[in-house]
C-alpha cells in the first residue's frame, strides 16, 4: 500500500493531564514510531488484543505494523497517546480512522493499555479523533467490536454512538454516529467536541 504523506497535523498535538493527575501526550503518528507501536502492542493481554482486532494475535504482522504507522494525515488519522518516565516514551493508547470508500464514512478504533483505562483517555482520543474526521468532510463515524466487549460499547454508547448487531458477522456490534458540521481542524482541542450533539 502506497501513501502521499501530507503535512504532518501539529495542531493535534495536544497535552492533558488526567483525572489522577498524570501527563499525557496526545499526538499523531509517525513512520518512525514503529517500535513504540509494538511495545504498545506487546502490552497488551491476550484478551485486550482479541477485543481490538477481533482475532488472537501473537504478533503484530509487519504489513499492518507499516499501514499503522505510515498514514497519510488526511483519509488515514492515527493518533497515540505517550508517557515519559525515566526519559523514555511509552504509548499508552491508540486511535485511527480509515476514510471509507464512500468518502462520508470512516471507520475509527480505539485502543488503551489496561493500566491506563478508565481514566476517560479512550472517549477523550476518540473525541479529537472525530474532531478531526468532521473538518476533513466525514460525516458519518463507524465501528465494529464484540458483543463481549463491554469497555468498549459503554465507550460508544457514552459518547452518543448508536449500537446494534451486525447483520453480517454473528457476535459483532456495529458503532455509528453522526458528526457535527465541519470545522477547522486546529478546533480539535482537548475537549474534541465535534460529535454531534
Known sequence: MTYHIHRYPA????VVRLAGG????IRPVLPQDAEL???FFRSLSGPARYDRFMSPMRELPAELLERFTQ???RDHVALVAEVFTGGRETVI???RYV???DRAAAEFAVSVAEAWQGRGLA?????????RAAAAGVTRMVGETLATNGRMLALARKAGFAVRPSDELRGVMVLE????ASQPAQDCGEAGTSLAA
Open 37 to 39: 507501536t509494538v511495545a
Open 93 to 95: 493508547a491508540e486511535a
Open 99 to 101: 476514510r471509507l470508500p
Open 177 to 180: 454516529r453522526t458528526l457535527a
Open 71 to 73: 498514514v497519510d494525515y
Open 123 to 131: 472517549r477523550l482520543m476518540l473525541g479529537k479523533l472525530a474532531c
Open 22 to 25: 498524570e501527563r499525557v501526550v
Open 11 to 14: 495542531e493535534l498535538i495536544d
